[in-house]
């Protein structure tokens, strides 16, 4: 895992972890002159420049390093080199023109209690981070029961996680193949949003395979998968076939080049 930039020191004095743990819990609380103690000081350097530390008198300080990083990007450092022109390639995979047309087939599917996003790729994340979206699809494509019993809207980022996880479980219930499928980090940290745009499409291209009526929106926004035609021979037609030569073992009849040769004298070997 790489480190987001920036790195500085912060210098306190030393308090003991049950001391923390008491305060944390509401049992005690520190006074005024502890509180001040207790105060950390921050000093900011560089790889290339040696720390200073700055020590109370009579306690030793203890040294803790933190890294400050751009915000909202606490959970993702920048890239660097070769993983910078990775992630590069896969950013531009996404089509903007394949988010339009999913969009408007979302809010169709949905009906009117979906807003519209806003257009970007980031918009388009942000719209669908929280899997609640997600979730009101796949249980619009089901007439009887729905897969996702309770959809509940939550800040908390395992929460959000967890409902696209019930999304992409109930995706691959509907008959979503598995290398279609996103993974919950691809949408959740935005590493890979045109795999989200894949099994989106494919889960389209199901819904309007089937035929059901559950399907809403133009038809015309996916395509139709290729379908089972099944042909059932009986044990006469079988054994009929046995004594016909296909075509693909070759014929005996019409034009060939039997008794042919070629122009002019063979070459004779004793006479070369």
Known sequence: ?????????????????????????GLCTLSEQERRSTQPHTQAHTTNSPSRTRDVPGKEPSRLTFYQGAPGMANKG???????????????KYD?????????WIMAQCGSGVCRPEAGKLGFQAWLKDGCILSELINSLYSGDKP???????GMAFKQMEQVSQFLNAAERYGVTKTDMF????????????????????????????EDGAYRGD???????????????SDDQLK??????????????????????GYGRPRQIINP
Not at 148 to 154: D, E, G, R, T
Not at 240 to 260: F, P, T
């Open 148 to 154: 996702i019993k309770k959809i509940q809207s939550s």
């Open 219 to 233: 038809p015309n926004w996916f395509f139709k998968k290729a379908q089972e035609n099944r042909r059932d021979f």
């Open 183 to 210: 993974q919950t980090v691809d949408l959740w940290e935005g590493k890979d949003l045109a795999a989200v745009q894949r099994t989106l499409m494919a889960l389209g291209s199901l819904a309007v395979t089937k």
């Open 240 to 261: 009929e076939g046995k004594s016909v030569i296909g075509l693909q073992m070759g014929s005996n009849r019409g034009a060939s080049q039997a008794g042919m040769t």
């Open 96 to 104: 903007p023109e394949l988010e339009d047309r999913l969009v408007e």
């Open 1 to 25: 895992m790489s480190l987001p930039p920036y790195p500085f020191t912060v210098l306190s004095p030393p308090v003991p972890l049950y001391a923390h743990r008491r305060i944390e819990r």
């Open 78 to 92: 920048p890239a660097y080199g070769l993983s910078r022109e990775v992630q590069s390639k896969i950013d531009k």
